[in-house]
């Protein structure tokens, strides 16, 4: 993916390492970069050009034809960042045909700490249930995660904040700074 297409407009949260931005095209479609830090002890294990590859493995089969329960935001692509020692992976908001109040993301984090809105126990489970069909998906394709937590669940709501609560039925993974193909010799 060119860097020249793309706009950051947040800095990066160190609790996800996640950033904001938006493709630089008619629509200014909003963007999240998922940032895979790598520094010395990385390269020890494995060269440059081996980190690039298993990157470009893992944003091909996040492109590639997935069933429904594969809850994972349109990947984009990839890119090398020019200001320190990292890759961005590149992905779009759900579409939204609300241009006025567009969607913002939401951590399940956020959610379960808003004291107001506490999703119910019912929900919670049902959640707990989709969510282990997904990682089963993903499982499938032969790729491990290794970074599933509150912080790379993804939820969206409007920002005009009429929704209310946020429905814990359309969750989408995110966090991929970890993930590597499933193996026995091969390292995070």
Known sequence: MSV??????????????????HVNSESHSP???????????????????????????????????RPGCFRVLE???YFEDNTGPRFGLVFQYPHDPDPIYPLQPLTLHQIMNR???????EERFGLAHFLAGCLHEFLCADWLHKSIDSYNLLFFQRSDGRSGRVSLQDPY???FALARPDGTNIQT
Not at 4 to 21: A, E, K, M, V, Y
Not at 35 to 55: A, K, P
Not at 115 to 121: G, Q, T, V
Request: overall charge negative.
């Open 4 to 21: 020249h297409n793309l706009r950051i407009f947040s800095q990066n949260d160190r609790s996800t390492n996640r950033s904001f931005g």
């Open 31 to 65: 963007t999240i970069v998922d940032w895979r830090t790598y520094d010395v002890i990385t390269l020890e294990q494995m060269s440059r050009d081996d980190l690039e590859n298993r990157i470009w493995m893992l944003v091909n089969m996040l492109k590639s034809a």
């Open 75 to 77: 990947c984009l692509g």
């Open 115 to 121: 004291a107001e809105n506490i999703p119910s126990l």
């Open 173 to 175: 993974f995110a966090g």
